[in-house]
């Protein structure tokens, strides 16, 4: 027997109680937050196909998912708006009337305990679904961050309690941290999208949000998926620009990032299991190819232990009822 090593995993692996006793990593339904897709008009639930379970509501029909993510204590949801007139700036992004902003204000009315985010880009709004000024077929940066400002101004003004900037527009965090100060906003935290890459996750999002854009790609403000010192170098930009909390998307192909951006700075980091990978959880599980559920539960797992803080992920509601 003197082969036999001293150290035997499986003593502590034999019994669910003995597992749960020394479990390292733990997922409850409070790091979850729900994505919704929301646009102006009443009693409106549009199915998103290529998204099982998603759907483009009106703020009512959007107050009712929100009412059962809050049920079974999903921490909170983030809204994405879906403009109904388009436009070369994207002006409905902070109209007073705009999709967002009514959902924002019932929401804090309905649901005050509810933690509210509101994503803050120009894709959704614009005629030509970029995520800012387009001019020669470029997207104009220092322009763009005053839309972007007026935008996050507006979320503010509804009762947002998180603003979320996801465009990669560089300085923006600087931009709209200083227009919510003098906007009477200073306590208004900021959810930075600061390693945001140029994915082919996004897919049915962009049905999900209409915000394909209508040509060429993002390649030239969103990340390079090869690069994980660049997003460092994005986040710490976003942090002295003065976010409070910072975001890595996709979350599944970039667990090493998250691991990286948590360690190196200590800061509180989401991570966004996107559309794609919703998605293709979805379609292998519906042709019997993976337990759906095993597998939806050990991806929010590996984003938790991978050093996510938060996870923003379409499967909120379902898995929250599981850990429940």
Not at 31 to 41: D, E, S, T
Not at 88 to 105: F, I, K, L, P
């Amino acid at each position: 027997m003197s082969s036999f090593p001293e150290f035997r995993g499986r003593r502590l692996r034999r019994t669910e109680a003995l597992r749960s006793l020394v479990r390292e990593t733990s997922l409850a339904p409070s790091q979850l937050v729900l994505p919704l897709f929301v646009r102006n008009g009443d009693k409106l639930r549009n199915p998103v196909l290529s998204m099982p379970g998603t759907a483009q509501t009106s703020p009512d029909e959007l107050l009712r998912d929100a009412e059962a993510a809050a049920s079974v204590g999903v921490g909170g949801v983030i809204l994405f708006g879906i403009a109904d007139r388009k436009d070369a700036t994207g002006s409905e992004a902070w109209s007073d009337d705009g999709a967002v902003q009514r959902a924002v204000r019932l929401l804090k009315s309905e649901l005050p305990g509810l933690v509210v985010i509101t994503d803050v880009c120009m894709c959704e709004y614009t005629d030509h679904g970029h995520c800012g000024i387009l001019e020669g077929g470029e997207v104009q940066n220092d322009a763009t961050l005053e839309l972007l400002s007026r935008a996050a101004v507006s979320h503010a003004a509804a009762g947002a309690d998180i603003i979320a900037p996801s465009d990669m527009m560089d300085g923006r965090i600087a931009a709209i941290r200083a227009a919510l100060d003098d906007s009477g906003f200073p306590n208004a935290p900021l959810l930075s999208y600061a390693a945001k890459f140029a994915s082919a996750y996004y897919g049915p999002f962009r049905e999900a949000a209409e915000s394909a854009p209508a040509s060429g790609d993002r390649k030239g403000y969103q990340m390079d998926p090869a690069n994980s010192d660049e997003a460092l170098r994005e986040v710490f930009a976003d942090i002295e620009e003065g976010a409070d909390a910072v975001m890595v998307k996709p979350a599944g192909p970039y667990l090493d990032v998250i691991a990286r951006v948590k360690e190196a700075t200590g800061y509180p980091v989401a991570a966004y299991q996107v559309s794609g990978e919703y998605s293709m959880i979805h379609a292998a599980a519906e042709r019997g190819w993976i337990d759906g559920e095993r597998v939806m539960m050990e991806s929010l797992l590996g984003i938790r232990r991978a050093g996510a803080d938060f996870i923003v992920t379409y499967f909120a509601v379902k898995a929250a009822r599981l850990l429940r």
